[in-house]
């Protein structure tokens, strides 16, 4: 079974330009998280959907941060337009239920804004 | 609000040395702990958890107890081994929560032969 798949795994970007996220998640998780890790700093969580519904997004930063989950498979996470402080790893993760032990991360996304 | 704090690495160890990385929470309620470790170039993984006082969490020869009298869930390792190199994350999630993790700042370990 695949587990939780993330791409692009890097990007470099110029201040000012979009980059759009894409996460798929285990085929059959109905939940699904994105998590952002700063400057090596701690992970913080950005929002979770449960199917195509947005249940939290209560990390969200600002409104230059777009994600969507059209028919509630994968998702994609838009920064647009990207700010140097956006750098860091963009994590995604998914469940099948709510319990957090059965929470399963991809290997991210490292992103660049110079 | 709820919070995690880890010790900042790196930490250096050889092979076969103990190993704590200490790790202490600050929450409203009875949250679930989790440590999470990130071996190079791959996603987090969940190492081990408790999920209420007195619980111990073990894998892979890792061990953690959730002390709530000292809000702590140190990680400890009788005996490293240099696969056992990576980034170590402590998190909490609130009782009741649907996954939202809390997680500390991360510990990179790393074992030499």
């Known amino acids: 079974e695949a587990g939780v798949t993330q791409f692009p795994s890097h990007s470099v970007i110029e201040k000012g330009q979009t980059v759009t996220l894409r996460c798929d998640p285990i085929?059959?998780?109905?939940?699904l998280y994105w998590y952002r890790r700063v400057m090596g700093k701690e992970i913080k969580f950005l929002l979770h959907?449960?199917?195509?519904?947005?249940?939290?997004e209560s990390g969200m930063p600002n409104n230059r941060f777009l994600a969507e989950r059209t028919g509630g498979t994968y998702s994609t996470l838009k920064v647009q337009p990207a700010e140097l402080e956006d750098s860091g790893v963009y994590f995604c993760?998914?469940?099948?239920?709510?319990?957090?032990?059965?929470?399963?991360f991809g290997s991210g996304t490292q992103l660049s804004v110079l | 609000g709820d919070s995690v704090t880890q010790m900042e690495g790196p930490v250096t160890l050889s092979e076969e040395a103990f190993l704590t990385i200490n790790c202490t929470y600050t929450?409203?309620?009875?949250?679930?702990l989790f440590w999470y470790v990130q071996y190079p170039g791959e996603g987090l993984q969940l190492l081990l958890k408790?999920?209420?006082?007195?619980d111990k969490g073990s894998n892979k020869g890792f061990e953690a107890t959730y002390r709530k009298e000292t809000t702590s869930f140190h990680l400890e390792k009788g005996s490293v081994q240099v696969s056992d190199s990576a980034v170590y994350f402590c998190?909490?999630?609130?009782?009741?929560?649907?996954?939202?993790?809390?997680f500390g700042a991360g510990t990179r370990l790393a074992v030499h032969p």
């Open positions: 085929s059959g998780h109905d939940n």
């Open positions: 993760a998914s469940s099948q239920r709510p319990g957090a032990t059965a929470l399963f």
């Open positions: 959907f449960v199917k195509e519904s947005k249940q939290d």
């Open positions: 998190a909490l999630s609130e009782s009741g929560g649907y996954n939202k993790l809390i």
């Open positions: 929450a409203t309620g009875y949250p679930s």
């Open positions: 408790a999920t209420k006082a007195d």
